[in-house]
């Protein structure tokens, strides 16, 4: 039976896909985004420890599928008014393609609303495996420099594209989702890169997530160093001023997954 | 001279140019909140003129006499007339009911840190001097104290169970606001004219009419008022109009029954004012006001009227119900703590075909409410799964004012419980709020919905402390031996509340009142005497999620895993995890899991416990012959509740508060968001709460941003309507905004927050409620 590693179940999440949703978090990520959220994922897909108020608390639990469904089904109510579901998110669920293929696979076999956060790192065969069980994609696109993306968070943007046409090309509603990252994904001309390529792929609706400090705490917990601890937050005209400027070219621009 | 105008036209509707409603509101809340005695005074003389005759006669001549001699006033911008004092939201004593317990207070009265009011020397001296000798020995309080038997006034004593409506009027009554609409106020003096004189021996129909005669009178000096103030020269032409339209509108109530929306909402309010008069009562509250108001108001659109015009009269209305507050002791305005009067209305709802009640005025109503925004009137929204998707988002929308009001309630469990307890279908459907959270059949219901408080988790300090020495006990015989004393208590509740009952039969019977009740007139009873149609008692079970967090922790930590034995734990509770037993408290609140995480074993606890107790209590009948019904609520109680109960295994420290809300999880116990919270409420099963129940929930403001945002919330109700949970309300602040009010009161005058069941102004709660507030805005995402 396949096992998934999972570090967290949240649920009423609203601002990750339609409806109310629950999403699964997937241990395992093979980038280093410096404002990760979730640093306690990054690396190979294997249980680990932090310190939290000075005890050790492990992170992970290997899960089967039917104990992952045992505890989102707890929501199925909400998920039936709101048009709402699941969402496996990370880390990186391409990591865990195998056994994100199947729990997904389960939950649409109940019509209960499906998608994924990924992005997109791995090669097109992990995709490739969760895309016919998958209604809607979130596909973070951050930043879009070849270069600068393999230097600050390792992510090699031909992978990136490969994975984001394949996306595309499937069934799947795909929402590409900016983090705005001051000083790293907020630069101009990256925003300007993002917009020429999605608009060359015909894309009409975008997510903008604005910068938070909810990881911060995380980074202390692990005993790593936290690069953006004094990054301020976005004021909101800076939030409206990325959102006009992709609207410019008739995408719709969601903040925060509400519009 | 004034009869020159006796002519209505429509020129008075349209001669408004600007709204004054915001004047109106600031009119109310520029002083400072005093204690009147006027009708203190009024009724007392009205008394000792009718020493010997029947008490109800005697209670109905000193409404009429307290009606036909209280000062009357119109103030600025009005067009609905009735205050119940000259000066804005006064505070009414009724010795007749406890003359005491003012007597301790009234030097600390205007400083108290709840819902304070100024008292002045003169009249603390003519309530000294005059009042309290009167009424020294002959209140209701008297008789109380002298009947409790020695069993009930021990559950007192052992802080289990609290008495209510022990020094004032009963209230928790919804009056067939729709009857008198529908026939005005001479149909009721004809037609108790003709039962008295067919029975002339019955005081009920005599003391009845002595009101009604009483009030057609009031009217007649509201009119006589208006008519001197439209003399005034320092009055404006449009004002005058206005006036002597509204002196001709009480000359025709009257006798009239109402002709327009205007008429009705003029009645209505008077009708209210009386019953105030009547009883100072808590929660003369105000029903299905867009059913019973929508042929009126569909009447008057027809006919032309502006909807400005209607719109400024239902505004003057809403303003109007902020100024009737109620005169608490220190130790209930800690249980009720900012004025929760109890104009409640609850909007929307199945009608008796099953189908969707929503019409034009219920939106209306929530509209008007974006521009009003204050504490009263408490409006409510009835949910059930044919609700319009409009008028649901609209209830969301005013959910995001951020003031917690409307709060919903779900015809999907309430009706059902009424039924089960011998409500008509018809009945059942036609349901609304009284009070706070309580639910009653308007019009057709004596439901003492407030009548006891009863503390499960004191009752199970008791049991522990009782067993201490046990520890060859099994977590069954614990169990059994909680709903043993529970049984037990129950009984001496439901004793104590029989004396409160008889003595309100006794002491204060309500005629007018009840003439607006069915069946009363019918049955020739007060609704003291039991003419009611529905006679239920509604005793509120307080501390169930502490309790089912603490028997979890027993059954884990004792009986499971073996930690310590179970007279360890208790050596711990009485140590208030202090010493040693300090690494205890932390394990116990972090390593076990609690009541609000979706969690069926605990959650079955409170579940098993919560259905025991409401079956016990439905097994007895009150002195009217109705049944007792279960409420899970604790208004503001849970906070002095709390300081009653000490340490107990779920972590809690001495004194701290119990959980908020009534079925709510202990503050800061839920970790998984509000979803969790919803599953976890919905086990306890809701139908058996016919009484009351309240959940709090706490919502970021940035959760219900924009459409989808307003939509996910919605979806969100129809889960929460799916899962037959009885009642929720929201506050919707951010922390960040009430630590500043906090720190900055001057800045956020207008601040309203959720209470428990009602909204109040932040600024008017004492620090340790605020702080409760805040704290439960803490977790929900
Ligand atoms: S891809 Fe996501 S999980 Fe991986 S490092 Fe970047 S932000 Fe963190």
């Known amino acids: 039976m396949t096992r998934g590693l999972v570090f967290n179940i949240q649920r009423y999440s609203i601002h990750d896909g339609t409806g109310i949703r629950t999403i699964v978090f997937l241990k395992g990520c093979p980038l ?228 | 001279m004034a009869e020159m105008y006796a002519v209505s036209n429509n020129n008075f509707m349209n001669i408004r140019k600007k709204s004054l409603l915001d004047d109106m509101k600031t009119f109310l809340f520029q002083n400072e909140r005093r204690i009147s005695l006027e009708r203190a005074i009024l009724f007392t003389k009205s008394h000792k003129q009718t020493e010997g005759e029947p008490q109800i006669i005697r209670r109905a001549k000193a409404t009429a006499y307290i009606l036909d001699h209280v000062k009357i006033s119109i103030r600025p911008g009005e067009l609905l007339v009735g205050n119940r004092t000259v000066r804005p939201r006064s505070g009414i004593l009724s010795p007749e009911m406890d003359p005491y317990w003012i007597m301790k207070e009234m030097d600390t009265i205007h400083d108290r840190p709840q819902d304070a009011f100024y008292f002045t020397e003169a009249d603390k001296r003519v309530y000294r001097e005059q009042l309290l000798p009167y009424w020294s020995g002959r209140s209701m309080k008297d008789f109380i104290n002298g009947k409790i038997p020695k069993n009930a006034q021990k559950a007192v004593d052992d802080l289990v169970i609290k008495l209510n409506q022990t020094d004032k009027g009963q209230g928790h009554i919804i009056m067939d606001f729709q009857a008198i609409l529908n026939h005005g106020v001479g149909y009721y003096i004809d037609l108790l004219s003709r039962k008295s004189a067919a029975q002339p021996e019955n005081n009920f129909f005599i003391s009845a009419k002595v009101i009604f005669e009483a009030m057609a009178r009031h009217f007649l000096r509201y009119r006589k008022e208006a008519l001197q103030k439209a003399k005034s020269t320092e009055i404006t032409e449009a004002r005058k109009v206005e006036l002597l339209e509204m002196a001709d509108m009480c000359k025709r109530l009257s006798s009239q029954k109402p002709q327009s929306f205007y008429e009705a909402l003029q009645l209505l309010w008077m009708t209210s004012i009386v019953g105030q008069y009547e009883s100072n009562a808590s929660s003369l509250s105000l029903g299905r006001m867009d059913q019973y108001l929508y042929p009126f108001y569909k009447k008057s659109v027809e006919e032309g009227v502006p909807g400005a015009f209607i719109r400024e009269v239902l505004g003057d209305f809403y303003v109007k119900t902020n100024d009737v507050v109620l005169l608490r002791s220190r130790e209930s305005a800690k249980c009720f703590a900012g004025f929760p009067t109890g104009y409640t209305v609850a909007l929307g709802g199945l009608d008796q075909y099953g189908q969707s009640s929503v019409n034009e005025l219920s939106y209306l109503m929530l509209d008007l409410y974006h521009s009003i925004r204050l504490p009263q009137p408490n409006l409510s929204v009835r949910i059930n799964e044919l609700i319009p998707r409009r008028f649901l988002n609209k209830t969301c929308e005013t959910i995001r004012l951020g003031t917690g009001i409307p709060q919903i309630f779900n015809d999907e469990v309430i009706i059902p419980g009424f039924l089960s307890k011998g409500v008509s279908l018809d009945d059942a459907r036609d349901y609304a709020v009284v009070g706070c959270v309580e639910t009653t059949i308007p019009g057709k219901t004596y439901g003492l919905h407030d009548i006891a408080l009863f503390n499960f988790l004191r009752i199970m300090e008791i049991s522990l402390y009782e067993l201490r020495d046990r520890d060859d006990l099994t977590f069954d015989q614990l169990v059994a031996y909680l709903l043993k004393r529970i049984d037990g208590y129950v009984k001496d509740v439901t004793i104590g509340s029989d004396i409160v009952d008889l003595a309100h039969r006794e002491f204060a019977p309500i005629p007018f009142l009840s003439a607006l009740v069915e069946d009363c007139i019918d049955n020739g009873k007060d609704i003291t005497e039991g003419g009611a149609r529905y006679n239920f008692s509604g005793v509120q079970g307080i501390g169930e999620a502490n309790l089912a967090d603490s028997l979890f922790v027993i059954k884990k930590l004792v009986f499971e895993q073996h930690e310590m034995k179970f007279s360890e734990l208790v050596d711990a509770l009485e140590a208030d995890f202090e010493g040693k037993y300090k690494n205890l408290q932390n394990h116990v609140i972090h390593d076990f899991d609690k009541y609000g995480n979706d969690n069926p074993e605990i959650d079955m606890i409170a579940a098993k416990i919560f259905r025991h107790y409401a079956l016990e209590l439905g097994k007895y009948r009150n002195i009217r012959g109705g049944e007792f019904n279960a409420g899970a609520y604790t208004v503001s109680a849970h906070i002095p509740l709390g300081e009653d109960v000490g340490a107990t295994p779920d972590g809690r420290k001495a004194h701290d508060q119990l959980a908020d809300g009534g079925l709510s999880p202990m503050v800061g116990r839920d970790r998984l968001g509000p979803t969790a919270v919803l599953k976890s409420v919905s086990k306890i099963d809701n139908v058996l709460c016919v009484n009351g129940s309240l959940l709090n929930l706490k919502f970021q403001p940035s959760t219900l941003q924009g459409s989808s945002g307003i939509h996910k919330f919605a979806d969100f109700l129809m889960a929460f309507t799916k899962l037959k949970i009885r009642h929720v309300q929201f506050n919707v602040q951010s922390r960040d905004t009430l630590f500043d009010a906090q720190k900055h009161p001057e800045n956020y005058a207008g601040l309203i927050v959720r209470v428990a069941g009602y909204s109040a102004f932040f600024v008017d709660l004492n620090k340790k409620i605020q702080d409760d507030i805040i704290a439960r805005c803490e977790h929900v995402l």
């Open chain 1, 32 to 259: 280093k985004c410096p404002w990760c959220s979730n640093p306690e994922s990054q690396g190979p897909v294997r249980p680990s420890v932090w310190m939290k108020d000075g005890a050790e608390e492990p992170l992970g639990k290997w899960m089967s599928v039917d104990e992952v469904l045992h505890e989102v089904e707890k929501d199925e109510i909400f998920y039936r008014t709101s048009n709402g579901g699941v969402t496996l998110s990370g880390g990186e669920v391409l990591m865990q393609a195998d056994f994100a293929a199947e729990l997904l696979k389960e939950v649409k076999a109940l019509g209960i609303s499906t998608a994924i956060e990924t992005t997109g790192a791995l090669p097109l065969k992990q995709i490739r495996k969760v895309l016919p069980y998958t209604d809607q994609v979130l596909f973070d696109l951050k930043i879009m420099d070849p270069d600068k993306a393999r230097q600050i968070i390792g992510e090699k943007i031909s992978t990136i594209k490969q994975n984001f046409e394949e996306a595309l090309n499937s069934p799947a509603h795909v929402i590409p989702r900016i983090p705005l990252i001051p000083g790293y994904t907020t630069p101009p001309e990256n925003l300007r890169q993002i917009r020429d390529y999605v608009t060359g792929l015909g894309i009409k609706e975008i997510h903008i997530l604005p910068f938070h400090q909810y990881g911060s705490g995380k980074y202390e917990y692990l005993k790593r160093s936290y690069r953006l601890k004094d990054t301020p937050l976005l004021k909101q005209e800076e939030v409206n001023t990325v959102k006009a400027f992709f609207e410019s070219a008739q995408i719709k621009t969601v903040v925060s997954g509400l519009e």
